[in-house]
């Protein structure tokens, strides 16, 4: 696994820059080796950077590499909202129910973020809304009724994701948008019928 720290390397920091002339001088120079990419993609990938995502993984990066986190490419591109990355990543077989060490899928991630797009580009593809993550064991439902992410809430609700789902401790969307003071996400949940005793 990779550690995610600020990037001191040049490669690196090239990538998070998303400066692609410079990535290809210091790779074509021959100093860095295939295994030498993998954290610089994260980093890209991170950023939004599309086109240095694209020429990484053309030159032998691993699209499934996993930093100290468990996070992948994927999860950090669906983490900071990066359609573009997401889309692409996934048209070069990314795995898209990959989970980190604490059990984040993509789309709990993108949920969790309030990335409504890429939230609704990841359901489009398959995505299992009701994978489950984190300590508490939440959905994506769960985690955007967390947040207050109201848009992702409805979404998810309007494609069939469970309003009545429980976490590990037996919370529902309902409870822990309560207990957080997600008001408006607690009166639409109310408004489809969610259980306020459950």
Same mark, same amino acid.
């Given at each position: ?11 690196? *920091? ?9 990535? *290809? ?10 295994? #030498? ?14 086109? %240095? ?9 691993? *699209?499934?590499? *996993? ?17 573009? %990355? ?9 795995? /898209? ?11 709990? #991630?993108? =949920? ?6 890429? %939230?609704?580009?990841?359901? =489009? ?19 955007? #009724? ?7 809430? /409805? ?40 259980? /306020?005793?459950?």
């Amino acid at each position: 696994m990779l550690t995610l720290m600020p990037p001191s390397d040049p490669l690196t *920091k090239a990538c998070e820059e998303g400066n692609l002339e410079r990535i *290809k001088s210091l790779i074509e120079s021959g100093y860095y080796k295939v295994k #030498s990419l993998d954290l610089p993609l994260i980093y890209a990938s991170i950023e939004g950077h599309l086109e %240095v995502v694209k020429y990484l993984i053309s030159v032998g990066a691993d *699209k499934e590499v *996993k930093n100290y986190y468990g996070d992948t490419p994927f999860i950090k591109a669906s983490e900071y909202g990066r359609l573009e %990355v997401v889309k692409y990543l996934i048209s070069v077989g990314a795995d /898209k129910e990959a989970k980190n060490i604490f059990g984040y899928t993509p789309l709990i #991630s993108a =949920s969790a973020k309030g990335h409504l797009e890429v %939230v609704e580009y990841l359901i =489009s593809v398959g995505a299992d809304k009701e994978a489950s993550g984190g300590l508490d064991k939440g959905t994506p439902l769960i985690y955007a #009724s967390i947040e207050g992410h109201l848009e992702v809430v /409805k979404y998810l609700i309007s494609v069939g994701a469970d309003k009545e789902v429980k976490n590990y401790y037996g919370d529902t969307p309902f409870i822990k948008a309560s207990e957080y003071g997600r008001l408006e996400v607690v009166k639409y949940l109310i408004s489809v019928g969610a259980d /306020k005793e459950a």
